[in-house]
C-alpha cells in the first residue's frame, strides 16, 4: 500500500467535506467549518508503556469498583426494611 491514510471526517464538526490542503504533506482543509488542520504520525509506543497502562487502568477501574461496593455495604442498609421491635 503506497498511498496514506485520509481523514474520514473533521476532527473539528464532523463534516466530510475534506480536500487535501496545498499547505504541505498531511494538511487538510475542511469545507464544512472552514478549518485547516494537519495530521502527522508520531511514531509506534513501545509494548511495555501500553501494557504499563492498560494494567494500571485495570487496577485502578477495580480499586474504584471495591471502594464502591464498600460505601454501599457500610450504608446500614437504609433500604427502609430496618424495623423497630
Known amino acids: 500500500m503506497s498511498e496514506r491514510a485520509a481523514p474520514f471526517f ?4 464532523g ?7 496545498e499547505a504541505g504533506h498531511g494538511a487538510w ?7 485547516a488542520f494537519q495530521l502527522k504520525f508520531l511514531g509506534l509506543l513501545s509494548p511495555t508503556a501500553s501494557t504499563a ?6 487496577a485502578n477501574s477495580a ?3 471495591t471502594t464502591s461496593a464498600n460505601s454501599t455495604a457500610n450504608d446500614g442498609g437504609s433500604s427502609g426494611d ?3 421491635d
Open 10 to 13: 473533521c476532527p473539528y464538526c
Open 15 to 21: 463534516d466530510e467535506d475534506l480536500r487535501p490542503s
Open 29 to 35: 482543509e475542511c469545507h464544512g467549518c472552514r478549518r
Open 53 to 58: 497502562s492498560t494494567a494500571s487502568t485495570a
Open 63 to 65: 480499586s474504584a469498583a
Open 82 to 84: 430496618q424495623r423497630d
